[in-house]
């Protein structure tokens, strides 16, 4: 699991720093959390398959964090996608895109709404789940939390082999369930299979007030992403904008038993933005400051 920064500043692009904009690559495929103004440029300049992304995630409806979707979405159509895509997002997306796209993509959207003020669930597979949270913003925003599941029981081939165990079971063997042979002997799971590796868990903490409110969905994550908008210089500033600091997101971090923190979407106010990682690491020891390019292994 490795999470790409493709853009890390606030609601206007500055110094060089592009709007909200991260891709997860979670292995078999990769989703793509927010989309702010310049996107696939930033895609392009970090050499991301971004054919690769079913899954689109979006928090909110402030423009720095979907204006570089609608181009993103005509360009897979030019680069011959047909396969379709599902977007999360806050209901009115649907009509923002229709709006602007004056001919028929020859893939098709797939929508679906995060309810406002709910947390959902919105994708559980095999090897995923991904699941949406409240956050506190002027108009309904979500942060997602997306886990890896890894703590699935590893079969030991020579005792399944040994026992006759049926290729129909092997699913039910990594899920736990012990094997009852046709004679009616039982088989104890732990005895065909080892225990597996602990899930991987990243959760996006979008733009934000903050709340603890949060807290309960980011319980032991191995990495957070926390909006930093503003410093502690500016506090009112960010309580008034519903914003956050950077000490407020390491406080959050620290609250959650996370492993690590990333924090962006900076204000244009600020050029250098080692202030953010001093009032950060002052709170919580793990924290990277997001800038476009950065990948992260998630561990
Ligand atoms: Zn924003």
Sequence with gaps: MTLTILGCNGALPAYGRFPTCQILDVGAEMFLIDCGEGAQIKMQQYKVRSNRVNHVFISHLHGDHFFGLIGWLNSQALLGREKELHIYANEKLKAIIAIQLEWQLPYQIIYHDLVPNESQILLDTDKYEVISFPVMHSVPTHGF???????????????????????????????????????????????????????????????????????????????????????????????????????????????????????????????????????????????????????????
């Design 145 to 299: 939390r997306f886990t890896v599941k890894r703590n699935k029981r590893m079969m030991i081939s020579d005792k399944v082999r040994e026992c006759e165990v049926p290729q129909y079971f092997y699913k039910k063997l990594t899920l736990g369930f012990d094997y009852e042979k046709a004679n009616g002997e039982i088989i104890k799971n732990e005895i065909l299979t080892t225990k597996g590796k602990p899930n991987l868990v990243y959760a996006y903490c979008a733009d934000t007030l903050y709340t603890e409110t949060i807290v309960p969905y980011l319980q032991n994550c191995n990495l957070i992403y926390h909006e930093a908008t503003y410093c502690n210089d500016q506090l009112d500033k960010a309580t008034a904008r519903m914003h956050s600091t950077a000490e407020q997101a390491a406080n959050i971090a620290k609250l959650s038993n996370a492993n690590q923190l990333v924090i962006g979407h900076y204000s244009s106010k600020y050029k250098d933005i080692s202030g953010h990682l001093a009032e950060a690491n002052a709170v919580f020891e793990h924290v990277v400051l997001a800038e476009e390019g950065l990948s992260i292994e998630v561990k």
